[in-house]
């Protein structure tokens, strides 16, 4: 123990031999175990949040629990799901004062994590399972309707996330259930598509380990995910990874990532080598630093913020347990231009800090994220329990 981060150091030597490998891989790769230690979000400590000049964040709402995945209605109800108690709140802010009332539990199912709301339905996903609702005055959600009962088990990535596409099908994220191994399952690691019935299901597209957040760009209806990378390959590898996601395309995982690095734990099936497996793969449009956790994410086509964001994208940043130094413990901004992702660079960062004794603590670990009706923000804060606010007005809430 060193404070209150726990900290370990592997170096794993690994030996690969294949029909297809002549000579055994020999890698060694040195692996950190950091887990910064939690820390209560304090007045002071939501005051030292960076967000860029003009914007602020303040608490929506606290008491929370554990909250996961938001989606926002245009009438500014938003409803936020708990996985580990199976529920769904929704939240109000009916006085219009920045903070949300107290929350009302207006859906239970074991293991609830993915939302989208669609108009007046609400779509809900658990593990195996994605129901429907309507939508009821005062935001209260109807009768869930089950639409589909068998999706894949969980396995490591149990955490589906569901959205309605351009197209008004349903796109259901299905993680791995490994760190890296070869599925037997076809549907783990991918992204299906489905009808809003939930019939004439499909493999949109694969080899994706475990993209949580993913959405659609609001000018040119492009699909973009970031995908969770690799563990154990070293502080630096696997970076986490922006993917443009096409219909019957692969993106390499388990055995291809990056640049066309092959992951020295796997050989692809029937003889195929790494080589032709890069050749098969789609690589990432861009890349961030590995082991930071990407969540939700939503791009932004509001009015409350400078109209240079229109187009780009956030993404909620859990944070690492598999670095040193950590990463994640942020929001970040994805950058487009001309419908294109140019940049990944941080937009609220804070959270996580050094300690004076060489360790590390966290103020908070971001899961959901949401726009509100009214342009704004909404940030989920699992550790703390807590929906924070980010919202944007010229020569106010700057900050350092």
């Known amino acids: 123990m060193r404070g209150t981060a726990f900290l370990l150091s592997a170096i794993v030597g690994m ?10 891989a020999d890698v060694q790769i040195t692996g950190h175990i950091v887990k910064p230690a939690p820390q209560p979000m304090s007045d002071a400590a939501l005051s030292g949040l960076r967000l860029p000049p003009g914007f602020d964040i303040r608490r929506f709402a606290d008491g929370l629990g554990h909250p996961r995945m938001i989606a926002a209605a245009g009438d500014g109800a938003v409803y936020v799901t708990r996985r580990d108690t199976g529920d769904v709140l929704l939240l109000t802010d009916r006085d219009g004062d920045g903070r949300a009332e107290k929350p009302v539990i207006v859906a239970r199912r074991p293991q609830m994590h993915g939302i989208a709301v669609d108009g007046s339905q609400v779509y809900l996903v658990t593990v195996k399972e994605v129901f429907v609702s309507e939508r009821q005055a005062g935001g209260s959600l109807g009768p869930l309707r089950r639409i589909i009962d068998d999706l894949p088990d969980g396995g490591q990535h149990a955490d589906r996330t569901i959205a309605v596409g351009p197209d008004g099908y349903l796109y259901i994220s299905v993680g791995s259930t490994c760190n890296a191994c070869p599925e037997t399952g076809p549907e783990h690691a991918t992204i299906l598509r489905a009808a809003r019935d939930g019939s004439a299901r499909t493999i949109y597209a694969s080899g994706l380990r475990n993209t949580i957040g993913f959405g659609w760009h609001p000018a040119t209806k492009a699909l973009f995910g970031m995908d969770h990378g690799i563990d154990w390959l070293g502080d630096d590898d696997q970076p986490e990874e922006l993917n443009q996601i096409s219909r019957h395309a692969q993106y390499g995982w388990p055995y291809i990532y990056a640049d ?24 990432p449009v861009l890349t961030y630093t590995a082991h930071a956790a990407p969540m939700q994410m939503v791009f932004y086509d509001g009015s409350q913020f400078p109209a240079e964001y229109r187009g780009d994208a956030f993404v909620a940043m859990h944070g690492s347990w598999n670095r040193r130094p950590p990463s994640g413990y942020e929001v970040v901004r994805i950058r487009f231009s001309g419908g294109r992702p140019t940049a990944i660079e941080p937009f609220v960062s804070g959270f996580l800090m050094q300690q ?31 929906i924070y606010r980010i919202s944007y007005a010229a020569g106010k809430g700057t900050r350092p």
């Open 356 to 386: 004076a004794d060489g360790g590390w603590a966290h103020t908070g670990r971001p899961t959901g994220l949401a726009m509100a009706s009214d342009g704004s923000l909404l940030l989920g804060d699992e550790a703390n329990g807590q």
């Open 15 to 24: 030996t690969v031999a294949t029909a297809a490998q002549k000579t055994p």
């Open 260 to 283: 066309g690095k092959g992951n020295p734990q796997d050989e692809p099936p029937g003889g195929i080598s790494m080589e032709q497996w890069a050749r098969m793969s789609q690589p």
